[in-house]
């Protein structure tokens, strides 16, 4: 050992037992957020939304010890995607840039899913103690146009999987924002009424007929409209007013927006 100190240790090589991934659309006019795109035009709608992107993968990318997944669709704007996801990490910060996989939305989360623990299930443990304990695997999955999202909700998602089957994180529409599983649970991605207000109601009706426990994060809305912009831009500006943590990619679009556009709902 040197001189006056003690041995060296060899570095031990971290292992991920916990998986996020964010599922993610090319942010082409017309083909993100048309429903906002209706109010505000569909380059807006879109400039937007790769401002949601930027906040959500940050966000992502600063919770620690856990895989970083990006499922991207469709598989052939992979460069545009990827372009807007790196420039959003931190430098070094390993990510999993996959395809989306499937037919319809289920299929697709199933497999991102399978995906996601068939991953850290291969990864070898990182000491011999940690091998010998019976480890427990979680994966999260999210969208990437809820700016809302920060990285102490992927933190508190986790943590909710210490004791419980299943986590949502319910959206007010009736849908859910985050769904986070520690091993495969087929029936909430099959024959689901996608894109209607019984998703969450239905999962929750399922997890009880099945005798599963979940537990449910804070209800956050979608910025599906120009009352939803509205909102969220009389949010953000309370809560930079306070000194309190905001989306700072959203806050940039909707301050140069807003400069031009006091109140989309009034329209």
Not at 226 to 242: C, F, I, Q, Y
Request: net charge positive.
């Amino acid at each position: 050992p040197p001189a006056g100190g003690r041995a060296s240790r060899p570095a031990v090589q971290w292992t991920p037992d916990r998986a996020l991934g964010l599922f993610l659309k090319a942010p082409r006019p017309g083909h993100v957020k048309t429903r906002l795109g209706a109010a505000l035009g569909m380059g807006r709608a879109a400039a937007f939304y790769r401002a949601m992107v930027g906040d959500v993968v940050s966000a992502a990318a600063r919770v620690p010890r856990t895989a970083l997944f990006v499922f991207f669709s469709p598989a052939r704007e992979r460069r545009i995607c990827e372009e807007l996801v790196r420039a959003a990490l931190p430098g070094g910060r390993a990510l999993h840039f996959l395809p989306q996989r499937g037919k319809t939305l289920g299929q697709r989360m199933e497999r991102a899913f399978k995906e996601m623990l068939g991953w850290l299930a291969v990864r070898p443990a990182s000491t011999p103690a940690r091998a010998r304990k019976r480890r427990q695997f979680k994966a999260l999955l999210a969208g990437t146009d809820m700016p809302r999202l920060e990285s102490r909700h992927f933190q508190e998602a986790f943590r909710r999987l210490d004791s419980r089957a299943v986590v949502f994180g319910p959206a007010r529409d009736g849908g859910y924002y985050l769904v986070g599983l520690k091993r495969p649970i087929d029936f909430l991605f099959r024959h689901m009424p996608w894109s209607t207000g019984k998703v969450l109601r239905l999962s929750l009706k399922r997890l009880r007929q099945a005798r599963l426990s979940y537990a449910l994060l804070p209800w956050h809305g979608d910025v599906d409209t120009g009352e939803d912009l509205d909102k969220l831009w009389a949010e953000l500006r309370h809560r930079v007013r306070n000194g309190q943590a905001v989306p700072p990619r959203s806050l940039r679009w909707c301050r140069r927006f807003f400069q031009k556009s006091p109140k989309l709902s009034d329209k």
